[in-house]
Structures are given as C-alpha cells and as structure tokens.
C-alpha cells in the first residue's frame, strides 16, 4: 500500500503574467500538502504583490521558490514531466485526467521526482513547452474550458492528494531525467537526419512521433545510455559508409 511521496511533486509555473496568481499558486499548494514551486521566465515577479495573496504559511513556499530563465534549466533534474492544457488536438492530445494521472504518480512519485507545469494565463502550454511533456493531463468542464491558474493548481493537487493510499503496481525505479532524455533526443535526431529517416526541413515534426513513442515507456538512465550507444555507432557506420563512397 503506496501514497503519492508529496515530496516528489512540484509545480512548475511557465511565463506567469499576474504576481497574484503565483501566490494564489502557492496557497493552493500549501492547501494540498506541495511545497516545491519553481518558476519560468516570470512576466512579473513583485513578491509585494505574491505574497498579498500567499497567506500565513504559504508564504514559506514563495520564500522558498526557484525562479528560471528558460523551461530546461527547471526541468532538467526531473524525471517525469506533466503538461497541463485546455486546447487538445493533433499536436496536443489529451492522455490523461487529473484523477487518473494522480493514481498512475503512485507508483511513479517513489523514486522520482515529478514537475507539473502549467502555462501562461492567457495562452496555457505552448506546443513547444508540451513537447518535453512524458504526458498531457486535461481537466474535465462542461463548456467552458478556461479555468484560473491557481484553480488549474488546486484542481490537480486535488487529486493528487486524495490518491491512496491504495494498491498499485511495483513503483517504477529511477528513471533518465530530462537533461539525460532531451541529449538523447538530441543525438537521435542527429542521427537519423544523417541517415534520411527524418526531413532535414522539417525535424522537430518527425520528432514528435518519436517522442510520443518512447513517453509511453519512461525511460531509465541506463535504457538512454543504451539508446545513445546505438546512436554513436550508427553514426560511426554512417560516416564509414561515406568515406567509401568517396573513395578513401
């Protein structure tokens, strides 16, 4: 019997445009037992304003926040990556609910550490932003989809909360974070370009298939090694290959 490790649980804010709602962010949090807020590249970051809004000990988690200048810098240490979003479609599906992504952090939140993100106001997650997602969690209205930014939060923390304890399956073990996954990427997208398996115009659209294909199974840190010592010689036969060609 298993409950989400809490510990294991951060929220990552993306381009936040309103101080007030970071600290209405970190109110929900503090409501819901997370204490690890990070921020990315914020529009405004007034803590006169923050903390107006972050009452008695939410304020703990605005004095303890970490601010980014880019999404990779804050995500990097995770190993499993959640976007949130409202617009769904082909370049942004819909995997999950907030009540299903909770039961699955059971067996994940063990031995990882878990970054939800959420966008900014106006806007949510961008296509890029989703694309160093592991999965997208949408949360369930009737009609109208828009939800504040601190009611997205709690909506989440809800259920995370709630999950367990209960009996789930063997917890995962460590897994690649996403400095270790996003090299991968890298070098596989390298690789393939060389070899004609993905349009040189156009690689970050082959990519997402990839990527999606290989989210649907979290890597471990020793799987990427593997993954990148297929690549290395690929690209050694490759080059081989050309040097025959040319004649040397």
């Known amino acids: 019997m298993n409950t989400i490790r ?5 929220v990552v804010l993306v ?7 970071i600290g209405s962010v970190a109110r929900a ?7 690890r807020l990070l921020l990315v590249n914020p529009e405004h970051c007034d803590l006169s304003r923050i903390v107006k809004m972050a009452t008695g000990t939410s304020i703990d988690i605005v004095e303890q926040m970490e601010v980014h200048t880019d999404l990779m ?14 617009r769904i479609g082909i370049q942004r599906p819909a995997l999950t609910t ?3 992504l909770a039961h699955d952090l059971i067996a994940i939140s063990q031995n990882n550490r878990v970054a939800l993100l959420f966008g900014p106001e106006d806007r949510g997650l961008s296509n890029e932003h989703l694309r ?11 009609g109208f989809s828009s939800l504040n930014l601190a009611q997205a939060v709690m909506i989440l923390c809800y259920e995370i909360l709630l999950a367990g304890p209960g009996p789930v399956s063997e917890s995962l073990p460590r897994l690649a974070n996403k400095f270790e996954v996003e090299g991968m990427y890298g070098h596989l997208k390298d690789v393939l370009m060389k070899i004609g398996f993905i349009n040189p115009q156009n690689p970050e659209h082959w990519m997402l298939n990839i990527r999606r294909f ?5 890597l471990r840190a020793r799987e990427v090694r593997v ?9 050694w036969y490759a080059g081989e290959s050309e040097k025959i060609k040319k004649g040397e």
């Open 227 to 235: 993954i990148r010592g297929i690549c290395r010689q690929i690209d």
């Open 132 to 142: 160093y997602c592991h999965t997208i969690a949408t949360i369930p209205t009737s």
């Open 6 to 10: 809490l510990e294991n649980i951060a």
């Open 15 to 21: 381009e936040p445009q309103i101080p007030e709602n």
């Open 98 to 100: 907030p009540r299903q």
């Open 29 to 35: 949090m503090n409501n819901m037992g997370i204490g």
């Open 214 to 218: 290989l989210s649907r199974l979290p």
């Open 73 to 86: 810098s804050a995500i990097g240490p995770f190993h499993y990556v959640v976007g949130t979003t409202a």
